[in-house]
């Protein structure tokens, strides 16, 4: 059974600086990416950042140039750095990983921006 925890979240100034992790656990049939999601109140969840198996990156245009997502050699944990954040940033995140039989996902963790 797949599992995603996420942590790292938390209340921060404007301009400040956070960083995310995601520890996946069980097997992953034929991984296609890992990612972050994000959902603020009132709206849709909406992509934030992910990497392909490849190792390919893709970003949110509000995000670029400022949040960066990795991940370790094994592919068991997903980061995403958060720099210059701004208020527009508040949501909870989400970690996702999409596999060839769907995708998965963690049960979020508050990331609040104060201006």
């Known amino acids: 059974q797949v599992q995603l925890v996420e942590s790292g979240g938390g209340l921060v100034q404007a301009g400040g600086f956070l960083r995310l992790s995601c520890t996946v656990s069980g097997s992953i049939f034929r991984l296609v990416a890992m990612g972050w999601y994000r959902q603020a109140p009132g709206k849709e969840r909406d992509f934030v950042a992910s990497t392909n198996s490849g190792g390919a990156t893709d970003y949110a245009d509000s995000v670029k140039g400022r949040f960066t997502i990795s991940t370790d050699n094994s592919k068991t944990l997903v980061y995403l750095e958060m720099n210059n954040l701004k208020p527009e940033d508040t949501a909870v995140y989400y970690c996702?990983?999409?596999?060839?039989?769907?995708?998965?996902w963690g049960q979020g963790t508050q990331v609040t921006v104060s201006s």
């Open positions: 996702n990983v999409r596999s060839a039989l769907g995708d998965y």
